[in-house]
């Protein structure tokens, strides 16, 4: 089983960054896709990016395109989230997220799942 542990949410103003990073530990395999969800209150989980094992293949939500970068470095099994300009949509739990096989968007597609760090802008 693979425990994903994400770090780096906080308080953050409208407009301000914030880099949240996924550390995978436990047993991984090739081809291993991670990303990110979140979940604000009273709303459906929404998918933010995820990115194939190579990092070839990255996909962003178009709330978030432009604003946020996905990245990995798999030397240390992490996957980070750039976040850029901030806005108070944004606010929300963002879980990490990971699979063996293809990049998707499909949250039921995803086997292992973070326990979430909150991510909170304020206006």
């Known amino acids: 089983q693979v425990q994903l542990v994400e770090s780096g949410g906080g308080l953050v103003q409208a407009g301000g960054s914030l880099r949240l990073s996924c550390a995978a530990s436990?047993?991984?395999?090739?081809?291993?896709?991670m990303g990110w969800f979140r979940q604000a209150p009273g709303k459906e989980r929404e998918f933010v990016a995820a990115?194939?094992?190579?990092?070839?293949?990255?996909y962003y939500a178009d709330s978030v395109k432009g604003r946020f970068t996905i990245s990995r470095d798999n030397a240390k099994n992490t996957v980070y989230l750039q976040m850029n300009s901030l806005k108070p949509e944004d606010t929300a739990a963002y879980y990490c997220?990971?699979?063996?096989?293809?990049?998707?968007?499909?949250?039921?597609?995803?086997?292992?799942w973070g326990q979430g760090t909150q991510v909170t802008v304020s206006s």
């Open positions: 997220v990971g699979r063996r096989g293809l990049a998707t968007i499909k949250e039921y597609e995803y086997d292992d």
């Open positions: 436990g047993r991984t395999f090739r081809g291993y896709a």
């Open positions: 990115q194939s094992s190579t990092g070839l293949s990255t």
